[in-house]
């Protein structure tokens, strides 16, 4: 064999292939812990629900109450003019970070809407710099493009050294049983992307969006013991297998990563509300609430059993 070193794009083509495999060795150790009730409030209701928040594969001696970092981050977020993830980076900014986002701006059926919510985020970062002695860089800085191009990772992790990591781009839904590789390559090989540039820089703390739907039956996935390696869609075995390649950086790399499978967003497009009760309030608070404790490994799973209820 040569000496030649694999380029992040190659290891995560290898890590891919074996991931995405091994649901067929059975082989995988569940650790199941459910952690305390917690109240979740719905943009639509007056009365205030219990909402599960479940730690899946928690490894032993994991302190729940872990204290947060509570000062400035630079936070790198993929994924970042879609619904959640506008959200998110709204959020940060709010509470002044210095937010770097990244979106592939190519997908026609989502253009209108994702060019919509940037030119609100950049507003928002307009604001700030008027409003502070901050300059635009510091608050907020757009790249159009994915986690699969090489050459503009590297240059935005040599540029800006972002050590907060929320990896939420992804190849969502119906047509990965149509198109399977499509879906291999957007969430498992761009995961192992992301988490091999983080190894490389020294990120602090990776937190990745993965899906209930790692668990199959979407009936069981609120019980106790969840089966993470029955997933009956591509899709699904893409989301947990990226989950797989995560906890593989942790053993080996020391990378601390958490995982959060959130129940289905239902978007509200008449603005007339619904009985869901967990809203895109709470799943922002639980993603800033990840972001912010870097916990060596955690699964989390956040639902009670019932949709997300949003307002676009």
């Not at 210095?98 to 989502?110: A, G, Y």
């Not at 988490?195 to 106790?224: F, W």
């Not at 009956?232 to 990378?255: H, M, V």
């Not at 009760?277 to 639980?286: F, H, N």
Request: hydrophobic residues 35%; charged residues 20%; aromatic residues 8%.
């Amino acid at each position: 064999m040569s000496g030649r070193r694999s380029t992040p794009s190659q290891l995560a083509f290898y890590l891919a292939t074996a991931h995405y495999m091994s649901f067929f060795s059975g082989t995988i150790l569940q650790i199941s812990t459910k952690l305390p009730m917690s109240p979740c409030r719905s943009l639509s209701c007056t009365t205030t629900q219990n909402c599960a928040l479940k730690s899946i594969q928690q490894p032993p001696g994991v302190d729940n109450n872990m204290m947060p970092h509570t000062g400035h981050k630079k936070v790198l977020v993929t994924g970042a003019a879609g619904f959640i993830g506008s959200h998110v980076v709204s959020s940060l900014i709010d509470r002044g970070d210095e937010v770097i986002i990244l979106d592939e701006m190519n997908d026609s059926d989502e253009l209108k809407y994702k060019q919509g919510n940037l030119k609100v985020l950049h507003e928002k970062a307009k604001e700030v710099v008027r409003l502070t002695d901050k300059r635009g860089e510091d608050v907020l800085t757009f790249y159009d493009g994915s986690v699969n191009n090489h050459s503009l990772m590297i240059d935005i992790f040599e540029r800006h050294n972002p050590k907060w990591i929320c990896h939420l781009e992804e190849r969502a839904g119906g047509a990965s049983i149509v198109e399977p590789p499509i879906y291999v390559r957007a969430n498992v090989e761009g995961t192992a992307n992301l988490l091999e540039y983080s190894r490389m820089y020294n990120a602090t703390n990776v937190v990745i969006i993965s899906s209930p739907s790692v668990c199959g039956d979407i009936h069981s996935v609120h019980s106790e013991m969840v089966h993470d390696n029955e997933p009956i869609s591509p899709y699904a075995a893409t989301k947990r297998s990226a989950e797989l390649i995560s906890y593989t950086y942790q053993k080996l790399f020391g990378l601390r990563v958490t995982n959060m499978r959130f129940s289905s967003l239902v978007p509200d497009k008449y603005g007339d509300g619904t009985s869901n009760c967990t809203s895109i309030d709470d799943v922002v608070a639980r993603i800033q609430h990840a972001i912010d404790r870097s916990y060596p490994f955690q699964n989390f799973h956040l639902g009670g059993g019932q949709g997300l209820h949003s307002r676009r």
